[in-house]
């Protein structure tokens, strides 16, 4: 009898699937990347503010969100209606689709809400989000 049983824990590990790498950029883009995250318009408002709230930069290796990816495709942080101080946002996919946030950031179940409902959860119906934890679409016991 053989399969899945006599794996070892880290063959088994291997098997599920895996978020996608992060973005990889030449040097030359990097020096861009992070040139611009410091100083480029919509970039610095968004670090001047990030210090501001939280006393330090924000973290732009940060592994559960592709900011590298995000510059590439030439987004910049927003300003969100639903966020009543004001505070600058970074979308969940890019334009194309492709995800920029990883399955365990904290706001990443926001898009799969999103798409699901057709409606930002901010302006949800109770019972969409009843709806929503019946489906396993948010999972707040993890």
């Given at each position: 009898m053989?399969?899945?049983?006599?794996?070892?824990?880290?063959?088994?590990?291997a098997l599920l699937p895996q978020p996608p790498a992060?973005?990889?950029l030449s040097p030359e883009?990097?020096?861009?990347?992070?040139?611009?995250?410091r100083y480029a318009p919509g970039?610095?408002?968004?670090?001047?503010?990030?210090?501001?709230?939280f006393g330090e930069r924000p973290n732009i290796n940060d592994p559960s969100y592709?900011?590298?990816?995000?510059?590439?495709?030439?987004i910049k942080p927003q300003p969100y209606e639903?966020?009543?101080?004001?505070?600058?946002?970074?979308?969940?996919?890019?334009?194309?689709?492709?995800?920029?946030?990883?399955?365990g950031h904290p706001s990443a179940w926001m898009e799969k809400f999103m798409n699901q409902?057709?409606?930002?959860?901010?302006?949800?119906q109770p019972e969409m989000y009843q709806d929503a934890v019946r489906r396993?679409?948010?999972?707040f016991w993890r």
């Open positions: 053989g399969g899945l049983l006599n794996l070892a824990p880290e063959q088994l590990f992060p973005t990889q883009q990097e020096q861009k990347f992070q040139f611009d995250m970039y610095e408002q968004w670090q001047r503010q990030f210090k501001q709230k592709d900011y590298r990816l995000a510059w590439q495709s030439g639903h966020d009543q101080n004001g505070i600058f946002h970074w979308p969940s996919v890019t334009q194309g689709g492709k995800p920029l946030k990883q399955p409902y057709g409606v930002d959860p901010h302006e949800a396993g679409l948010l999972d």
